[in-house]
């Protein structure tokens, strides 16, 4: 059973909300309880995966959609000297929609079709994440429908005391993941993963590895100094789950990212 | 004149129509994500996102610039997306009415996985817990200022998130995406 106290220390900690005191509060309580370590490191991830869920874009006509609401002659949006440019692009524009409905329509069916895809394709190549501590450029993952080969997940984090970078790779069902780390300080980094992944292969250029975990849905690297790990997994057809790594510094978790992992059955159909 | 917000809307209730068009072109994504997240359905999203700028468009001289511009647009859409779900609720209590629209594969403007996880999880949330969460997590406000959009004092901001976080959580862990 945790207290409500500390659940509301949990919360006020994640939004960098409670005084010095109070994080020694939680942190002691943390280092006591292990239900609450548990819960702190849940509700941390599940909050991530919420602010890592970017913004979507709203329908390409929703702007011209209230423009034209609010203005319905709307000249002032592309005004134009007609002695010097012509009628101009927007007037034309206008003239068709005042005169011809049916091809103005169709005009504005044509061109939403054409944004979907210049965005579509856009985001094939760069996805950036909205909010996040770690930035990272993503391409080809699973919802991009063109993740087959390559780089599907890569990133870096800077924190007080640690920082490096990841890089997720995919050759078909096997994922290679390669992780850089310079730590003054220990850190615990931590691959939480589900049991349609398996590890198949670790290594590492590490001057001082102090001690690795591997369990079937687990990898834990304890780390410090300047050091390079490679990690390969391979996944069955069945995955539909991201490698959740996650960071620790001084018994806390400091990070959480949701690594792309890519579906073997959706390869297969795309 | 520099364009912040404030600016935009001053200059706009001085009759410069084109510096409303800028705060539209500003707020779009935000209000419509906002409201996407609350009703979960692109179509009703864009509504909302529609009739809160026509209401702030038609409202603007009750603006007071002393205020940030964004909070106050914010609870203009606010009350729009309660005003909707509100009527739906009430839509379902009559037996004559037709089902709500269940949102089809193209209302779903996320077809990864986490959005799909997201949305089951925010399907579980009371619309008070869904909008505190939404403007904490999605917009990045902060406590007093979402206080200020919904008309409740800080401390009560602060239960409706901490118990939506807990709801969130319980459902990203039941869906096996938090472990």
């Known amino acids: ?270 | 004149m520099a364009n912040t917000d404030i600016h935009l809307a001053i200059q706009f209730q001085n009759g410069d129509r084109k510096a409303f068009t800028m705060l539209v072109a500003r707020y779009e994504k935000p209000i419509f994500n906002t409201a996407y997240r609350m009703v979960r359905n692109a179509e009703d999203a864009a509504d909302i996102t529609q009739i809160a700028f026509v209401k702030a468009f038609e409202k603007i001289h009750t603006f007071n610039p002393s205020f940030k511009f964004f909070n106050w647009l914010y609870k203009i859409a606010v009350n729009e997306t309660i005003n909707l779900i509100n009527r739906r609720k009430r839509r379902r209590e009559f037996e004559y009415d037709p089902p709500a629209r269940i949102a089809s594969p193209e209302d779903d403007l996320e077809l990864n996985e986490m959005g799909s996880y997201l949305h089951k999880a925010l399907d579980a949330m009371n619309h008070e817990q869904r909008i505190v969460i939404v403007l904490k997590h999605l917009l990045l406000l902060p406590y007093a200022e979402i206080a200020e959009i919904l008309d409740i004092p800080e401390k009560t901001v602060k239960s409706r998130l901490f118990s939506a976080r807990h709801v969130l959580r319980k459902e990203l862990i039941k869906q096996g995406y938090v472990r």
């Open chain 1, 1 to 270: 059973m945790i207290s409500p106290k500390y659940i509301e220390l949990m919360n006020q900690e994640l939004d960098g909300a409670n005084s010095p005191e109070q994080t020694r509060d939680l942190e002691k309580y943390l280092r006591d309880n292990e239900e609450a370590q548990t819960y702190y490191r849940e509700l941390a991830m599940a909050l991530n995966v919420f602010e890592e869920a970017a913004m979507v874009d709203p329908p390409a006509e929703l702007f011209e959609g209230i423009v034209a609401r609010l203005h319905p002659d709307a000249d002032f949006l592309h005004q134009t000297d007609p002695a010097r440019n012509g009628p101009g692009l927007w007037a034309a524009c206008r003239n068709l929609v005042r005169f011809r409905p049916v091809p103005a329509f169709a005009l504005t069916f044509a061109a939403g079709i054409a944004c979907g895809l210049l965005l579509y394709a856009g985001s094939s190549w760069l996805d950036l994440r909205h909010g996040a501590e770690l930035s990272g450029q993503v391409s080809g993952t699973a919802n991009h429908r063109s993740w087959n080969q390559g780089v599907v997940d890569e990133g870096e984090w800077h924190l007080a005391g640690s920082e490096g970078i990841y890089r997720v790779h995919q050759d078909g069902r096997t994922l290679r993941l390669h992780l850089e780390i310079m730590a003054t300080r220990p850190v615990v980094v931590r691959f939480n993963h589900d049991a349609h992944l398996s590890l198949q292969h670790f290594s590492n250029d590490s001057p001082s590895p102090s001690g690795l975990t591997v369990s079937d849905t687990l990898v834990e690297v304890n780390h410090q100094g300047t050091g390079s790990y490679d990690l390969e997994f391979l996944q069955d057809a069945k995955n539909r789950s991201p490698i959740m790594m996650s960071i620790h510094a001084e018994g806390r978790l400091v990070h959480t990212k949701s690594l792309n992992a890519s579906n073997a059955e959706q390869e297969i159909a795309h």
